[in-house]
T-cell receptor, first 114, second 114 residues
Framework: DQQVKQNSPSLSVQEGRISILNCDYTNSMFDYFLWYKKYPAEGPTFLISISSIKDKNEDGRFTVFLNKSAKHLSLHIVPSQPGDSAVYFCAASEGGGGADGLTFGKGTHLIIQP | ETGVTQSPTHLIKTRGQQVTLRCSSQSGHNTVSWYQQALGQGPQFIFQYYREEENGRGNFPPRFSGLQFPNYSSELNVNALELDDSALYLC?????????????FGSGTRLTVV
């Protein structure tokens, strides 16, 4: 039973255009959502997060949108750069403190083409 | 400031054997969690340690056990290895007060069970 789903295994975007990565979840108890980026042979690195009480959070080129009624979130990267090519994981957690860990999706491989 | 370091980077074990993976937390971090990432999947939460006690656990059997030491470094032990235990094992450290944004992941240990 996958509680966090990333239905696109890969996404190819031209440099300079917008990249939109999508994520759906089923557990309505999730109250915090995060995006991680992973390069080969490295651990995931934190990118941006959003609390369930908000619908948008922005940090530079990265914006995360949350639609609670649809149980859907998306990560927008504008403009896309070659260094953005990586695997992006959507993750969620319920409750505070993090002791329940993060629930990750399977990831989307973003490829930025020159 | 050093990040999270894991050892070894790669390991091959035979089914039925036992394995110990090691993790040194980022300086100043007092909480450590472990994740298993099978091929083509997202990381799955195994457990978390705070002040040398397990304070959260995912859906993993008791043959997955851990330790956290006074210097906040940690071990993951897996007994009676099965072929399905072949995966990338990721360690993440954080400050308990940092919340879910604060995880720093290591590059992982690639375990192959034959």
């Amino acid at each position: 039973d996958q509680q966090v789903k990333q239905n696109s295994p890969s996404l190819s975007v031209q440099e300079g255009r917008i990249s939109i990565l999508n994520c759906d979840y089923t557990n309505s108890m999730f109250d915090y959502f995060l995006w991680y980026k992973k390069y080969p042979a490295e651990g995931p690195t934190f990118l941006i997060s959003i609390s369930s009480i908000k619908d948008k959070n922005e940090d530079g080129r990265f914006t995360v949108f949350l639609n609670k009624s649809a149980k859907h979130l998306s990560l927008h990267i504008v403009p896309s750069q070659p260094g953005d090519s990586a695997v992006y994981f959507c993750a969620a957690s319920e409750g505070g403190g993090g002791a329940d860990g993060l629930t990750f999706g399977k990831g989307t491989h973003l490829i930025i083409q020159p | 400031e050093t990040g999270v370091t894991q050892s070894p980077t790669h390991l091959i074990k035979t089914r039925g054997q036992q394995v110990t993976l090691r993790c040194s937390s980022q300086s100043g971090h007092n909480t450590v969690s472990w994740y298993q990432q099978a091929l083509g999947q997202g990381p799955q939460f195994i457990f978390q340690y705070y002040r040398e006690e397990e304070n959260g656990r995912g859906n993993f059997p008791p043959r997955f056990s851990g330790l956290q030491f006074p210097n906040y470094s940690s071990e993951l032990n897996v007994n009676a290895l099965e072929l399905d235990d072949s995966a990338l094992y990721l360690c993440a450290s954080s400050l308990a007060s940092a919340g879910r944004n604060g995880y720093t992941f290591g590059s992982g240990t690639r375990l192959t069970v034959v």
